[in-house]
């Protein structure tokens, strides 16, 4: 899992660096940074936030 956040987080670095640092939309770096977190914590807020909106019973 941390694996895929690390090379999801990548492709997205890749994405902002070849559409060049200044063209690329502020909010672009807002999920490649999340991902790095992700892969670097083992804490994924956004994994987290989801099973709170999608209670599919699992969390008890």
């Avoid at 956004?46 to 969390?59: A, E, K, N, T, Y």
């Amino acid at each position: 899992m941390r694996f895929f956040f690390f090379f999801a987080g990548s492709v997205l670095w890749a994405g902002i660096w070849l559409t060049g640092f200044s063209n690329a939309h502020w909010l672009l770096y807002l999920p490649a940074a999340l991902l790095y977190f992700a892969a670097l914590t083992a804490i994924c807020p956004v994994l987290i936030v989801s099973r709170i909106i999608f209670d599919d019973g699992r969390m008890r």
